[in-house]
């Protein structure tokens, strides 16, 4: 192996332990759930997730698989994305 190949690998490996270097813009994943299988998903228009909860705004443009995604995800989402303390409370009452 070159050296820039072993100068590359090092580099990947500090990266790999700063994760606040990456801001996902968007992304789509399934989600499963305690029932069923979701599609989350982050657009330029916000999160989405194909459960009843979200889909009838219950808790507002939240459900319990978008907040743990923010949870999972943390500070490697964009601001806009973040999770909303809000959306939180309206949910727990
Ligand atoms: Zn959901």
Redesign the pocket.
């Known amino acids: 192996m070159n050296s820039s190949m072993i100068g590359k690998i090092e580099k990947a490996h500090r990266y790999a332990r700063e994760p606040e270097r990456i801001s996902f813009e968007s992304f789509k994943a399934s989600?499963q759930?305690g029932h069923d299988s979701?599609t989350?998903e982050l657009t330029d228009a916000g999160w989405n997730?194909?459960?009843h909860?979200?889909e009838a705004h219950l808790v507002g443009s939240t459900?319990?698989?978008?907040m743990a995604m923010q949870q999972i995800l943390g500070g490697m989402l964009p601001d806009r994305a973040r999770y909303d303390e809000q959306a939180t409370e309206a949910l727990v009452g």
């Open positions: 989600f759930g979701y989350v997730c194909s459960c909860t979200f459900c319990a698989h978008v």
